[in-house]
């Protein structure tokens, strides 16, 4: 069975320190990947989506980017941290579309606090 | 371009009610629709899904969703409220083929005693 795992669960950063959050996926090969965020009453923002390694598609333009250094891994990174760039962040995965109904899994989210 | 809307987004039931929560989708071409809950500090679990079979879905934990096309709505329901339903609930859209999902605003549930 599938499985994604996010790291960390929770983090405190000063505003301006760098960031760097993890996702990985088991148990499938060449998924989309995703990175969402939810702010106190915002509902879910889609940040970037992955359909590949090294293809990163960006949602919004933001003080954040995301890479894709192997086939089941995805980072989200920040040169610097805003206090706007708190939230939870989620990180998503679903099987190519083609074929199938794009239903997204998601991870068990990374609690930002920026001070 | 899909879209849904979320109406209310907060719902209170007592336990042992009928929860409804209710989802209207705009699509120009034939959806798949979602429901997802999340619970508190925990990420989205799908409930259920309608992909163009039956129209009426059965989910996981007693959860049913009924597609309508004539309405545009995908409302969840569940005949009887339990504590441990209090939770966020977004309904999703997207269609064959496409990457990505577009949600709704969400819809808190508590239930009390």
């Known amino acids: 069975s599938q499985t994604i795992h996010q790291w960390p669960a929770t983090l405190v950063q000063p505003v301006g320190s760098p960031l760097s959050l993890e996702c990985t996926v088991e148990?499938?090969?060449?998924?989309?990947l995703y990175w969402y965020r939810q702010a106190a009453g915002r509902g879910l923002q889609l940040l970037f989506y992955?359909?590949?390694?090294?293809?990163i598609s960006s949602e919004v333009p933001q003080n954040l980017s995301a890479s894709r250094p192997q086939d089941r891994q995805f980072i989200l990174s920040s040169k610097k941290l805003l206090l706007s760039d708190s939230g939870f962040y989620l990180c998503?995965?679903?099987?190519?579309?083609?074929?199938?109904?794009?239903?997204?899994?998601f991870g068990p989210g990374t609690r930002l606090t920026v001070l | 371009a899909q879209s849904v809307t979320q109406l209310g987004s907060h719902v209170s039931v007592s336990e042992g009610a009928l929860v409804l929560l209710r989802c209207n989708y705009s699509?120009?071409?034939?959806?798949?629709l979602f429901w997802y809950v999340q619970y508190p500090n925990q990420g989205l679990q799908l409930l259920l899904k309608?992909?163009?079979?039956?129209?009426l879905v059965k989910g996981i934990n007693g959860f049913e969703a009924e597609f309508k096309k004539s309405e545009t709505s995908f409302h969840l329901t569940k005949p009887s409220a339990h504590m441990s339903d209090a939770a966020e609930y977004f309904c999703?859209?997207?269609?064959?083929?496409?990457?990505?999902?577009?949600f709704g605003a969400g819809t808190t549930v508590t239930v009390r005693a």
């Open positions: 992955s359909v590949g390694i090294g293809q």
């Open positions: 999703a859209v997207t269609r064959r083929n496409d990457y990505k999902l577009s």
């Open positions: 699509s120009s071409v034939p959806p798949y």
């Open positions: 148990g499938t090969s060449n998924p989309n």
């Open positions: 998503a995965w679903s099987a190519t579309p083609w074929g199938s109904y794009n239903e997204q899994f």
């Open positions: 309608y992909t163009s079979a039956a129209t």
